[in-house]
């Protein structure tokens, strides 16, 4: 499972979040899991927002990630982030029997 995260506030932080979104591509390694996740954090400072939600969503969606704006600060959506990735991630297991 791969979480990248980064600042909405900040073009720079999605732009490299970007990055290691390719970097890290299945395609790339042997031992990838097939769950991968894309962040946009800090959506409690939406009036300093660089980043918009559309896309980011597209860019998630093209690349086939779970995608969700969160604030750790407010506690937005982090506990629904990681039920997200979680069942995905526990079907992956079950199926190949892992556990």
């Known amino acids: 499972m791969h979480h990248i995260v ?18 890290m591509m299945p395609s790339r390694w042997d ?17 300093k927002r660089q980043v918009t939600t559309e896309d980011a969503k597209l860019f998630a969606d093209q690349n086939g990630l779970i995608f969700m704006e969160t604030s750790a600060k407010v506690e937005t959506n982090i506990k629904e982030l990681f039920f997200k990735i979680g069942i995905p991630l526990c079907l992956f297991f079950l199926l190949f029997d892992m556990f």
């Open 6 to 23: 980064y600042d909405i506030t900040s073009k720079v932080s999605y732009e490299g979040a970007k990055t290691w979104v390719e970097y």
């Open 31 to 47: 031992f990838a899991l097939p769950v991968m996740a894309l962040a946009g954090n800090k959506v409690d400072l939406e009036d």
